[in-house]
């Protein structure tokens, strides 16, 4: 499963969700044309973007990719369909030797030295931890049946 900051995005999703919801529940409070203009005659929203990108930049010097790895919708459906893929990133746990230089070149994060197939939410096929593997044919793209599950994998 997932840890608390990998399931950020679907935390958020559901929370958006559960708001959007309870809008469309009472819609006799909502004036939409007098919220619209009333924040867009502001320099609201101005302000609230330049926060926003301010406060992405400095994440960004703790985490890498902040906005990718934890709130962009888009990941959210490609992270649920990538459990069901049938193309993925195998690791030959016989000829690994656990150097984690994988783990190192791999942009999300994601500890492929540690699964025997690469079934995560956050993968993004770039293929840079193949790249840098020295032993030849351990980590390799392939076809996999989806609903097998791997003893090892997260």
Do not use: P
């Given at each position: 499963m997932c840890t608390l900051l990998d399931c950020l995005q679907y935390i958020l999703a559901i929370i958006i969700v559960a708001n959007v919801t309870a809008t469309f529940v009472d819609l006799s409070n909502i004036n939409a044309y007098k919220t619209f203009t009333y924040w867009m005659n502001g320099k609201f929203v101005q302000s609230i973007a330049i926060a926003i990108m301010a406060s992405f930049l400095i994440i960004a010097l703790f985490f890498e990719r902040p906005f990718c790895n934890y709130f962009c919708s888009e990941g959210i459906r490609y992270g649920?369909?990538?459990?069901?893929?049938?193309?993925?990133?195998?690791?030959n746990v016989h000829t690994c030797v656990q150097c984690k230089k994988c783990d190192k070149a791999c942009p999300m994060n994601i500890e492929i030295s540690t699964n025997s197939l690469v079934r995560n939410a956050q993968c993004i096929n770039c293929f840079k931890c193949i790249e840098v593997c020295p032993v030849v044919d351990t980590l390799s793209y392939g076809k996999v049946n989806p609903l097998k599950k791997s003893k090892d994998n997260s």
């Open positions: 649920l369909a990538s459990f069901t893929r049938f193309f993925t990133i195998k690791r």
